[in-house]
Every structure is written in C-alpha cells, then in structure tokens.
C-alpha cells in the first residue's frame, strides 16, 4: 500500500477558535491508482491533499506513505521524502517568471546531485510528455494558462515521483485545457503513476478509478 491514513485528524486552530477540517480519515490507496477527491468548498479536499503530499501532517492518527510514518521523521526528512517521491501541483502553476520554462521544470532536481546532462534528458522528456518541448527556451510570461499549468505538471513529474498530488489543478483553465490537463494526469498515471487529484468537476472526477466524497471532514463514500 503505498498511502495509508488511519484515524487523521486536522484541527486548526486560530485564537480562541478551532476548526476541525479532517475527522478520522481512513484511507488507502495502492500505487497505481488514480484517486479522484470532490466535496463541497471548505470539506477538507486540501488538507487531506496537504497531508498526502507531506506537506503538513495529521494533528492525531497515522499516515504511512510506503510504510514510512510520516510522523516519526524529522521535518528535514519529511522535506527530503516530499521532494524525492512526491509530485505536487496547485491551482496556481508558481512559476518563476524570469527562468526559461526548462530552467523552472528543472528546478526540482538541482540540489539533488544530478549531472548537468543527465537533468537536461529528464527536463526534456517531462516537457515532452506535456506536449511542451518546443517551449524549452520560453519565459512563463509568454505561455497561455493552460500551458503554464502543463510546465508545472512537467515540475511535478521530472523527478519521477510515484504519486502526483493535484489539487484543483483545473481551477483557472477553460473547459479544454483543463481535459488536456487531465489526459496528461490520466496518461502519467497508465504509465504507473499513483494520482490524487482533488476537483469540483464532476466530469473530471468520473474519469478516475476511484472517487472519494468529502463532507465536512469526512469521508462519505
Ligand atoms: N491554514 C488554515 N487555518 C485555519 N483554517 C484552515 C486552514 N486551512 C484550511 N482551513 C479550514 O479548514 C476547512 C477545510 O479547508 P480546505 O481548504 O481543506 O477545504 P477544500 O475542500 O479544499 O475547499 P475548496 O473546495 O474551497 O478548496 C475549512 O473550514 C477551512 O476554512
Ligand atoms: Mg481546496
């Protein structure tokens, strides 16, 4: 099992106030699948997200990802997992504006002993499998939305993850780029990916596997 959640909770609090935003989350996921997450505004879709993608960890409960209690180990561990086997893409691409798009999609892999050569190979096969490797050389700024949410795709991917974390990353794209997003989510996750992407989309969420229906914090299917 490569993400196991037993009894996460989530409080934040602010002040004097606490929100509750997971309750008792059970949930498993195999390496492979692809795990869609939908919910009202406020049901806990990004916590839960956050908390896969090492972002943030559980206040109570367990979370194992490959048998690893993300818990027990230190945040410089926690970092180190994250940047190693974690892809994760937002709502918004947070790109650096003044990089080329291969210098952002490489950015993953700078501190992490990688010859020169062997970065450009895995910076141009990511931007090929998002349809962008004749915008190597381009500036963010000259991109569309939608191909700038392909680049952050191709930064979540360039360091071969094995789960890509997504969380609305449909958000701010029309109707066709956000399903040539998702072909691309779909396509990296045949070749063995696992894929947790949170959306409103209902037409998205029914071309996962699997889908997982947040309320309040809790799971309801
Ligand atoms: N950093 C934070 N501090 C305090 N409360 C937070 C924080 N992040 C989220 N919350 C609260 O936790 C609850 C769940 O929020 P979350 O962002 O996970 O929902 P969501 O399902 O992703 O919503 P949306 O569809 O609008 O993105 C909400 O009540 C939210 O206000
Ligand atoms: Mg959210």
């Not at 700078?110 to 010859?115: E, K, L, T, Y």
Request: aromatic content about 2%; glycine content about 8%; some cysteine.
């Amino acid at each position: 099992m490569l993400v196991e959640l037993e009894g996460v909770s989530k409080v934040y609090t602010q002040g004097w106030v606490s929100i509750c935003a997971l309750s008792d989350i059970e949930l498993q996921i195999d390496r492979g699948e692809f795990v869609a997450v939908t919910g009202p505004s406020g049901a806990g879709k990004s916590t839960l997200l956050r908390i896969i993608a090492c972002l943030d960890r559980p206040t109570t409960g367990m979370y194992r990802l490959d048998g690893q209690e993300i818990q027990a180990v230190s945040k410089a561990q926690q970092a180190r997992i994250r940047s190693e086997r974690i892809g994760y893409l937002s709502e918004h691409p947070h790109l650096i504006s003044d990089l080329t798009v291969a210098e952002n999609v490489e950015v993953p892999l700078v501190f992490r002993g990688i010859s020169r050569v062997q970065r450009r190979e895995l910076v141009e096969k990511a931007l090929n499998r998002v349809g962008l490797q004749d915008r190597m050389n381009h500036l963010p700024g000259h991109l569309s939305i939608g191909q700038q949410q392909r680049v952050a795709l191709a930064r979540a991917i360039v360091a071969q993850p094995e789960i890509v974390v997504a969380d609305e990353p449909t958000g701010r794209l029309n109707t066709r780029s956000g399903r040539e997003l998702m072909e691309m989510l779909l396509q990296i996750n045949r070749s063995g990916t696992c894929v947790v992407l949170a959306t409103h989309d209902a037409d998205l969420a029914d071309m996962a596997e699997r889908t997982i229906d947040l309320v309040d914090g809790r799971i309801v299917t």
